[in-house]
């Protein structure tokens, strides 16, 4: 789930299970949103996006389910392998079209061990 | 690698000094998003640019502007710099300036202020 300030959420599991990470967003008017993973010193990398029209969207190894009712997102990753080990962000995207508003959560550490 | 490249990888710079980061999109991409990074913050949005002109705004501070040239590269300024500046900035590049498009981001800037 999301924090407030330093202390990022924390989710360690065991090589080959199943995580699932949890988001908050904010905005009921969010149109778009989207996961990111980032490994130590890199960049954020996208990882899999849903519009608000749909609850379910699945892609390699991920999906993510939005619960619009209750401003929820998560994302399960199947079989989680240590290069899963990353902080993962969710985004939501405030306006539609041109109008770029972009708001990131603070992100979960998820953990992998071997 | 994602294709979007920046420089410096790290910069150390006094308060009150100014600093350049400069970032190039992924070849054929027109559209460039800065972000900054830091633990109390997270990641915010500052800016994005579309094809030269600006296109959205976020959190940037009047101190910090940006500019997008006619190769598409682009430079964020940060001026009268403060300790709290010292963060990470990100640039991300996508194809288009929907807000739909996957971001591509750089491996980032560390930008440190004593």
């Known amino acids: 789930g999301e924090s407030v300030g330093l202390h990022l959420p924390t989710l360690s599991v065991q090589e080959g299970d199943n995580s699932i990470i949890n988001c908050a967003y904010s905005?009921?008017?969010?149109?778009?949103f989207i996961w990111y993973k980032q490994e130590s010193g890199k960049g954020p990398q996208f990882i899999i996006d849903?519009?608000?029209?749909?609850d379910k969207r699945q892609g390699q190894r991920v999906t993510v389910l939005l619960n619009k009712t209750v401003k929820h997102l998560s994302l399960q990753i199947a079989a989680t392998q240590p290069g899963d080990s990353a902080v993962y962000f969710c985004?939501?995207?405030?306006?539609?079209?041109?109008?770029?508003?972009?708001?990131f959560g603070k992100g979960t550490l998820l953990t992998v061990n071997p | 690698d994602s294709g979007v490249t920046q420089t410096p990888k790290h910069l150390i710079t006094a308060t009150g000094q100014r600093v350049t980061l400069r970032c190039s999109p992924r070849?054929?991409?027109?559209?460039v998003y800065w972000y900054q990074q830091s633990l109390d913050q997270g990641l915010q949005f500052l800016i994005q640019?579309?094809?030269?002109?600006?296109?959205a705004k976020g959190n940037i501070l009047e101190r910090f502007s940006a500019q997008q040239f006619p190769d598409l590269h682009s430079e964020l300024n940060l001026s009268s710099l403060e300790l709290g500046d010292s963060a990470l900035y990100f640039c991300?590049?996508?194809?288009?300036?929907?807000?739909?498009?996957?971001?591509?981001f750089g491996p980032g800037t560390r930008l440190t202020v004593l």
């Open positions: 991300a590049s996508s194809t288009s300036g929907s807000s739909y498009n996957e971001q591509f």
């Open positions: 905005n009921s008017a969010s149109d778009y």
């Open positions: 849903i519009r608000s029209n749909m």
């Open positions: 985004a939501e995207n405030m306006s539609g079209g041109s109008n770029y508003k972009l708001t």
């Open positions: 070849s054929g991409d027109l559209s």
């Open positions: 640019y579309y094809n030269g002109e600006e296109r």
